[in-house]
């Protein structure tokens, strides 16, 4: 890993890779790379066809992936990557910023997510980072990552459609009532009670009152 000393005592560079197919941006983040103390660059490619066919068995400690490029793109691309070397960091490098690019290419494996505005010192910290094992993010791009997984978060807990009525049987099942007593404390009939009782097992998935209590329980139906 990066930043463990050598046999010498020096600290090995951290090795990195790019995939942009705009030759003044993949020459000028290379020539940043290549002339810096601490910092390897292994490979410079103009397409994800050209990485994948190039990158052999020893991959680099990070790669800088364009998203928009030509024939396959980036998140294409990094679904691939993360299947063939699971440990490399994927760092997108692009002009996008919004919603659905940032979604995908996050499942896709990536583990940052960087502007191509990103200011070179900057850049040199965060591929630094993510040899590391750490996630860095353009500061544009964090509030909308956190907004994305709150949308996309599943509910606190589900209700499993319960009627209104269901959920206050079953809550006083909760309670510690019977069908007889629940029925009086409905006004109703043990007979309508349990065919309530039976849609409330259908949608929890349960057989039995007390299977029935438990899952309420567990995801806070009541």
Known sequence: MPAEPTQTGATRPVRVAIVED???IREGIG???GVTDG?????SFVSMEDALRRLGDDPPDVLLLDI???RMDGIEGAR???ERFPELSIVAMTVYDDDERIFRMLCAGASGYLLK???PARLLDALRDAARGGSPISPEVAARVIRLFRDFAPPPRADHNLTPHEARILKLLVDGHSYKTAAAELGSSVNTVAFHMRSIYRKLEVHSKSEAVAKALRQKLV
């Open 117 to 119: 505005k990103t200011p």
């Open 68 to 70: 928009g490029l030509p």
């Open 39 to 43: 910092y390897e660059l292994t490979g």
């Open 31 to 33: 020539y940043l790379i």
């Open 22 to 24: 705009l030759a003044e």
């Open 80 to 82: 691939l990557l993360r």
